[in-house]
């Protein structure tokens, strides 16, 4: 709720590409492997967040499916695209997914050393997960079925594979930087 905007006609811009799952697991048969790309806003402005990104969200629903499917699925994504980094899974909320995580990879400013990127811990979130939540298969109408959802921010990824130590480089107007990319 807090990192939602709202407009004062009771508008408001989504925050991520869930919808889509929803429409999926109503219209498409088993299994489902989607994923989805689209913008979204938040009120979040820092270092490693700005208040618009593209977000690419994956569902994969049928039955068998469990954490370790989810784990093998993204450390292989992220070591092919980061090459040697440590992951480190830590627990977390997201309502829609239980249990939930979000991931994390050994800095690649500092290799774990500590700086200003990584708030001197070592650690870069990389993007949120979980299994999808027995309610949401339930609103549906999906029985005998598992799941697993992630999301992650295209831009995020570009800033931490290309070096750049502020994803708000992206949007400001300094040439070159932007003329470097």
């Known amino acids: ?14 925050t991520h590409t869930s919808p889509t ?5 109503q219209e498409q048969e088993l299994p489902i492997k989607m994923i989805a790309v689209g913008h979204t806003f938040r ?3 820092d270092t490693t967040h700005t208040p618009m990104f593209s977000q690419v969200e994956g569902l994969v ?12 699925v993204l450390e292989e994504f992220l070591h092919a695209f980061f090459g040697a980094v ?3 899974w830590r627990s977390s909320f997201f309502p829609f997914t239980e249990p939930s995580a979000e991931v994390d990879i050994s800095c690649v400013f500092c290799a774990q050393k500590g700086c200003k990127v990584c708030k001197n811990t070592g650690w ?8 999808v939540h027995p309610q949401v298969f ?7 079925v598992q799941g697993y959802a992630f999301g992650l921010g295209i831009e995020r990824l570009a800033m931490l594979s290309c070096e750049i130590n502020d994803l708000r480089s992206f949007f400001e107007t300094d040439l070159r930087m932007l003329e470097a990319f």
Do not use: C, P, S, W
């Open 1 to 14: 709720m807090q990192d939602t905007f709202y407009f004062k006609d009771h508008k408001l811009l989504r």
């Open 21 to 25: 799952q929803i429409h999926a697991m």
């Open 43 to 45: 009120r979040d402005y």
């Open 61 to 72: 629903v049928d039955k068998g499916v469990h954490f370790g499917h989810l784990k093998q």
């Open 86 to 88: 440590e992951v480190r």
């Open 124 to 131: 870069l979130e990389v993007l949120g997960a979980g299994l």
């Open 138 to 144: 339930k609103n549906v109408g999906l029985e005998g």
